[in-house]
């Protein structure tokens, strides 16, 4: 056996670290990656454009609530937009790493959002409704985790990160409801 092919003492297989050090093309993407990288990518682009009908509704949300006694929601709305803009963007990063291309079509967003856009007009409404689309997501993003399992532990680390946050702000939301 030669020292390229014999297993290093720690487990690690040394033949796989070199062929990846090799196929420079793929970026992150090596050989050993277990995911279905097409099944992958899809879920990502749907999650991205989830996100980004967040960052639409918190943002219209934002800039319509009136009136001084809504000052505190109304910095909420901000806030969780700024927060899921950052999701879209570690979404897009993370397509990229695996070769593919982050879908922002505004044509196609809506039709491949988990969550929907709303356009009520009174406070609880929009309370409400960002608390059924921060359930909807915290599913969404369950349902993914679940699905991606140990193949792709990077996809699924960030997807529990933006989980956790989601879960934050579902429950900012249900302590803003009346």
């Known amino acids: 056996m030669s020292q390229a092919t014999m297993p290093h003492a720690g487990g690690i297989d040394v033949a796989a670290i070199r062929a990846a050090a090799r196929n420079l093309k793929d970026g992150p ?23 980004l009908v967040c960052i639409l509704r918190y943002k219209r949300h934002y800039y319509t609530v009136t009136g001084r006694e809504h000052a505190s929601i109304k910095a909420e709305f901000l806030e969780h937009a ?6 879209a963007d570690w979404l897009a990063e993370r397509i990229v790493q695996l070769n593919g291309q982050p879908d922002f079509n505004p044509a ?15 406070v609880q409404s929009m309370v409400r409704a960002n608390l059924v689309a921060e359930r909807v997501a915290i599913e969404s993003y369950r349902q993914m985790v ?16 933006i989980m956790a946050v989601e879960e934050e702000h579902a429950d900012d939301m249900r302590d803003l409801l009346e």
């Open 146 to 161: 679940e699905k991606i399992g140990d193949s792709d532990p990077t996809t699924r680390h960030l997807l529990i990160r």
């Open 29 to 51: 993407v090596t050989a050993g990656y277990q995911g279905d990288r097409m099944a992958v990518l899809a879920m990502l682009n749907d999650a991205l454009a989830t996100e």
């Open 82 to 87: 700024l927060q899921e803009q950052e999701h």
């Open 108 to 122: 196609t967003l809506l039709a491949r959002s988990h969550a929907e856009y709303d356009v009520c007009v009174d």
